[in-house]
């Protein structure tokens, strides 16, 4: 599985620690290679000390957020690193939200510093808070190259030379970032992290997949997304790898890659090599260098896993299980296991966590039945920002989290989920809360209520079906309400399919029955 000594000899556990060590270990070793720009392990040091000296002078204080809003690229690792130096708080921002969707995560954060760009798929995310109020935000930098603009601050004039600061003591147990998930009420809440447990985490993961300095990394997730960021870039520099941040999801261009590049590392959901499956690319183009895979979803079919080895030549392949509030790994499959045991479950505890199943009354229960899977070890969440209530709620007096995720424990520890609590469905790898997506569409005129519900989809595995209810007198057809959807939500959230009821079926305390809505879709 590897095992790679040379991170036990940092001093203290943390991002900025990690990265100094680092470029001592590994100098002129390319880390980050993106648009044919290389940055070296030296370069990532050395810029990211430069840019961090600025955003002291900006007034940045211990513990200070700052977000970064842009797609997969090498500015969003000097700009991570550089918040981590200045002993700020990286807020990771999806995306694929709209104006609305982040200007609640930057005031419930409270940011004061928002790193993103002008060009991405034609979007200007800064003209897209333009009508926000924002009462927290100091300063917006732009990660575009050769943005000369007055507009916003540029990141390039950061990276030239450091000014004189004074840099903070960071220690392991700091805040090193907040990751905002979805809720059942429909709120975005934020998920703390330290710099502790980010390095703790995936020094396990990296080194027990065998991710190590030969590989040649491609991360396809999103750095807004924990696996992006921490499974993503973090492990890369962790392991001494070469990353290549992929902006857009292109299976044929993804091919292209891994044939240029000799890629050898392509985690992703189940969608992606299902894609590169059925592109014609693969049978002329060479994909050997492929070595190791990684994936997860409630449910992956056998041929997927069987495919990934026999087709694609992966070495390795392994499915795992975790959540935002565990630092993104809970469980994780061996190498070693067959292509049902990997397909059909998640693996078992990583070491020094627990898990465990229980029943509605919060008993244990036995191997073999289901019941909501509890999470305790150094990987959970020191709680949401600003939000005593809904920690209080997800982790117990015993320091259990309960992550409403239902499965079954079998008698060698390994974990099959087989339902998901409180509604949640995933689109394309992205986790979709009903109530966050009934909440935005009930902010539309002429909805009374609506209703949100997941069904499956050949291609992005689910996708949202809505039903709504319109006000008296109120006139709103299909087409309309996409249209406003995209306007105000992130695309995978918006309905595929779109229902208009005269009521929708509730029980006696007025609770709306999704099953019944289920049972007729």
């Not at 200007?124 to 935000?137: S, V």
């Not at 495919?307 to 499915?319: S, W």
């Not at 986790?431 to 569409?441: G, S």
């Not at 595995?461 to 057809?477: H, I, M, S, T, W």
């Amino acid at each position: 599985m590897g095992e790679d000594t040379k991170l036990k000899s940092l001093t203290k556990l943390t991002i900025p620690d990690l990265i100094k060590h680092q470029a001592k270990n590994y100098s002129s070793k390319p880390a980050l290679i993106s648009d044919d720009e290389t940055l070296t392990f030296s370069d990532l040091d050395k810029l990211s000390t430069n840019i961090a000296s600025h955003i002291i002078n900006l007034g940045i204080l211990p513990g200070d957020r700052i977000a970064i809003w842009a797609p997969n690229m090498n500015e969003w690792v000097l700009a991570g690193i550089s918040i981590h130096k200045a002993g700020g708080v990286l807020v990771p921002i999806n995306t694929r939200m709209k104006g609305k969707e982040a200007a609640y995560i930057l005031n419930n954060a409270e940011a004061k510093i928002l790193f993103s760009v002008k060009t991405f798929l034609g979007t200007n995310y800064f003209k897209l808070l333009e009508n926000e109020e924002l009462p927290h935000l100091q300063h917006q930098i732009s990660l575009d190259k050769n943005d000369l603009s007055d507009q916003v601050k540029s990141i390039e004039s950061l990276k030239e030379h450091a000014s004189e600061a004074k840099f903070p003591e960071i220690k392991e147990s700091d805040m090193a970032d907040i990751i905002f998930t979805s809720g059942t009420t429909g709120k975005p809440k934020g998920v703390i992290s330290t710099h502790v447990q980010n390095i703790k985490v995936f020094d396990y993961w990296s080194s027990y997949i065998g991710l190590n300095e030969k590989d040649q990394y491609l991360i396809v997730n999103p750095f807004f997304h924990t696996f992006g960021y921490k499974a993503g870039w973090l492990a890369s520099i962790m392991r001494g790898a070469t990353a290549y941040p992929c902006p857009v999801f292109d299976a044929d261009k993804i091919i292209e890659m891994i044939n240029k590049e000799k890629i050898s590392m392509l985690p992703g959901p189940p969608t992606l090599y299902q894609s590169i499956l059925t592109s014609n690319l693969i049978e002329i183009m060479d994909i050997s260098s492929l070595r190791l895979g990684v994936t997860g979803a409630a449910s992956i079919p056998v041929q997927l896993i069987k495919d990934m080895k026999e087709k694609l030549g992966f070495d390795t392949v392994i499915t795992a299980y975790g959540l935002t509030e565990s630092t993104g790994v809970v469980t994780m499959c061996t190498p070693d296991d067959d292509y049902e045991t990997i397909a059909t479950t998640s693996g078992c505890a990583i070491a020094d966590v627990e898990v465990k199943c229980v029943n509605q009354d919060g008993q244990d229960i036995p191997a073999g039945e289901p019941g909501e899977i509890l999470v305790r070890g150094y990987n959970i969440t020191q709680g949401y920002f600003n939000n005593p209530e809904a920690t209080q709620e997800a982790i117990d007096d015993d320091g259990w989290l309960h992550t409403g995720d239902i499965g079954v424990l079998d008698e060698n520890g390994y974990i099959k989920i087989t339902d998901r609590c409180k509604d949640m469905f995933i689109v394309g790898g992205f986790n979709a809360y009903p109530a966050e997506i009934e909440n935005i569409l009930c902010d539309h005129p002429s909805i009374s209520q609506a209703a949100v519900i997941g069904i499956e989809d050949e291609r992005m595995g689910e996708v949202a079906k809505a039903f709504v209810v319109l006000k008296p007198d109120q006139d709103l057809n299909f087409d309309s309400l996409i249209k406003w959807s995209k306007e105000n939500m992130a695309n995978y959230k918006v309905p595929r399919i779109v229902e208009f009821v005269q009521e929708l079926p509730t029980n006696a305390a007025g609770k709306i029955m999704k099953y019944l809505l289920k049972d007729g879709s």
